[in-house]
């Protein structure tokens, strides 16, 4: 067990350490993480290529780049919720003991982030289009 009484869940653990990349950070229950202009700067580095020399900063975002942009940021905060409910269900198993309905809980937690990384990947594809065309226009 580590602190807070959670198991180290080796997918939980990894899937953090490819988030942080996109500005993941855990907080603890009750913190924001909502913050697109603090948020943008830590993922428009995963544009640079589709969108020629520079992607613009948020601020100077055209409007419809713009909303894709706050989507791909959502996406990410729900893979980030997704994945803090997904080692919640797992420590449950260490925690409580493993019984069929939190086995269930667990699967349906994993399946939910896994399902949410998709989506951010997605979201992230209509953000690279419109930066390259706004690059190329």
Excluded: K, N
């Amino acid at each position: 067990m580590i602190a807070g009484g959670r198991f180290p869940d080796p997918l939980v653990e990894g899937a953090r350490s490819v988030l942080r990349q996109y500005g993941y950070r855990h907080l603890e229950e009750g913190r924001s993480r909502d913050d697109w202009a603090e948020m943008w700067p830590l993922l428009r580095s995963d544009f640079a290529q589709g969108a020629g020399p520079a992607v613009p900063q948020y601020d100077a975002l055209p409007v419809a780049i713009g909303e894709a942009a706050r989507e791909y940021m959502r996406r990410r905060l729900i893979a980030d919720h997704l994945l803090d409910a997904c080692q919640e269900a797992h420590a449950a198993l260490f925690r409580d003991g493993i019984d069929s309905a939190r086995v269930e809980a667990y699967s349906a937690a994993r399946e939910a982030y896994e399902h949410s990384v998709e989506d951010f990947g997605a979201a992230g594809e209509i953000v690279e289009g419109l930066l390259h065309g706004h690059a190329a226009g």
